[in-house]
């Protein structure tokens, strides 16, 4: 063991460890990343010391190969497409960690086949069952995200058995491997068994689950990257995993919480599917529309408003007209303020971003618990691209599927007016008892241009 | 591995599991987002276990190749994820 070595990848992990800490608190985030970078770097260094002269240009080249493609992707990204950048990360991770299991496989089997004892081979068979999971898992969670694939839940019959025989013959072969470490082929048997598994076991869930499912590949990738620190019997790989594992773990519970579902029953998926049948048919709704020019007179006649931004504004692109209209009612005085879902958009925090990136102050978002006990005294609230975190049936119908889900109480303020594309139905199918409330008004339109020309109406007034 | 450093292994993930629980659970949910992409570039510490995978010389150049893979790939996962980290925290900005 070299000493030095040793001692810098202390020092890495102890600053993952600060970073970490930094990060959580909004003043000093920016410090935290940059803290956590460089722990990172003294990690890789400390590691290229120990290389053989001999690697160093395949090394070198692959290092090089691998940041010029993350820096142009990390500049290019749009902030709205964020959940599939991480989605597609949490894939590489995972990928990286299977291919270094399967790597130390491959030379121990072929080299030192005394050296693949129980615990080397438990650790080698664990990194390519979390990191195969953590691959196609989250490249079929990118392709959801992104649209090339569509983001309703995919279920045929016998898919939670089909899972389970495939678990069981995952661990069926990997008795094999232990009695004979020195068969190839079931390893590949294996290899093939967890890519299947990551696909099977994420393509049943639907697009509005998507917080759950990227929380939990995060925690996966940390697992991942752990179970290569047994193999390796590094330490600096154990502590930055876990510390990863146990992340994701807590935001996947956070998300769950806020959807009022169990983690096993996001899982299972197919949530579209059984609201479908087990849904109540009530009355049909019956809306009321209201213009442009009115939309824009409640807000100038408002002293408070409360916005609710949802996925349908990261898809209209609507973020930055808001802080125009934002800047149009701070100048009538007007108590202006946006209301955040945990679950609104497709990953935990998704929103805060995206208004951040239109030059919102984070002290204008304010979280559901913070913020519910205000809507009963606010003038006018304007939902942009949310549908089911301001339905009130789940505080008042137990028939409904999102009954119990905690939900931001819009429907009791003032007035409310939906800035919506269409009459369609929220993720879960089920119809949104607040159009029909008295107090609410339908804006139909793309809500990039309509906010637009909310603006421009107000612009005239003053 | 003789059982004694299995165990001071288990200690490590036991404690830096129990750390990462205690740290997380504070973090407030305006910051879910950089927090998610910021720990999934510290996930690309497998970069460490991928150099030390690509420089074994054994008889199979197979083991090799897969980890300048793991290679290229964890370093997306490192560099790209600070970067967008960065570029995210950059605008999160009081008024």
């Known amino acids: ?462 | 591995m003789s059982i004694s450093a299995l165990i001071v292994l288990i200690y490590v993930l036991v404690l830096a599991s129990y750390l990462g629980f205690e740290l997380i659970s504070k973090v407030p949910p305006t910051l879910h987002t950089p927090l998610m992409s910021g720990s999934n570039a510290i996930s690309g510490i497998t970069i460490v276990g991928a150099l030390i995978a690509s420089n074994e010389l054994g008889f199979t150049t197979l083991s090799k190749w897969l980890g300048l893979v793991a290679l290229v790939l964890a370093t997306i996962n490192v560099v790209g994820g600070y970067v967008v980290t960065d570029r995210m925290l950059k605008m999160f900005k009081k008024k």
């Open chain 1, 1 to 462: 063991m070299n000493i030095g070595i040793e001692i810098a990848y202390l020092v890495a992990s102890v600053l993952f460890i600060i970073g970490i800490k930094y990060l959580g608190k909004t003043k000093d985030a920016r410090k935290g990343n940059v803290i956590s970078a460089v722990g990172m770097f003294i990690a890789i260094v400390a590691t290229l010391f120990m290389l053989d002269v001999l690697t160093l240009l395949e090394i070198g080249i692959a290092i090089l190969v691998g940041t010029v493609f993350g820096i142009y992707y990390a500049q290019k990204v749009a902030m709205t497409k964020i959940p599939e950048m991480v989605a597609l990360f949490n894939g590489f991770g995972g990928l990286a960690s299977f291919a270094v299991g399967l790597s130390d496989y491959y030379l121990k089997s072929a080299t030192n086949l005394a050296s693949l004892d129980a615990v080397n081979l438990t650790s080698v068979l664990v990194s390519i069952l979390i990191g195969g999971v953590t691959f196609t898992g989250s490249m079929v969670a990118y392709l959801k995200l992104d649209g090339k694939v569509s983001g309703q839940p995919i279920t045929f019959k016998g898919q939670h058995l089909l899972n389970l025989v495939l678990l069981l013959a995952f661990v069926g072969a990997s008795v094999l491997v232990f009695i004979d470490p020195s068969q190839v082929t079931f390893i590949l048997v294996l290899v093939a068994i967890s890519l299947l598994l990551g696909v099977l076991t994420v393509i049943p869930i639907g697009g509005a689950d998507m917080p759950v499912v990227i929380s939990l590949l995060n925690s996966y990738s940390g697992m991942a990257a752990c179970a290569t620190g047994f193999i390796l019997n590094n330490n600096v790989l154990i502590v930055a995993g876990s510390l990863v594992g146990a992340s994701g773990i807590i935001l996947t519970q956070i998300m769950c919480k806020a959807m009022n579902r169990s983690l096993t029953n996001v899982l299972l998926g197919g949530f579209g599917q059984t609201v479908a049948t087990g849904g109540a048919d009530g009355p049909e709704i019956v809306v009321k529309e209201i213009g442009v020019e009115e939309t824009a007179m409640l807000f100038d006649s408002a002293s408070s408003v409360i916005v609710v931004p949802g996925y349908g504004m990261a898809v209209a692109q609507a973020q930055h007209v808001i802080r125009e209209l934002m800047e149009q009612c701070e100048k009538r005085n007007i108590n202006f303020r946006f209301a955040i879902h945990p679950v609104a958009g497709r990953m935990p925090g998704h929103m805060n971003v995206l208004l951040a990136e239109a030059n919102i102050s984070y002290d204008k978002l304010i979280e559901m618990d913070d913020i519910n006990d205000d809507f009963s005294n606010t003038d006018l609230v304007f939902v942009v691209g949310a549908n089911d975190v301001v339905n009130p049936a789940a505080r008042t119908n137990p028939q409904s599927p999102i009954f119990g889900m905690p939900i931001l109480n819009a429907d009791k303020a003032r007035t409310v007016i939906v800035s919506k594309r269409s009459m369609g139905k929220g993720y879960a199918g089920v119809e949104n008892e607040l159009f029909g409330y008295a107090n609410c008004l339908m804006l139909f339109g793309d809500a990039k241009q309509t906010i637009t020309k909310v603006v421009s109406e107000m612009k005239e007034m003053s």
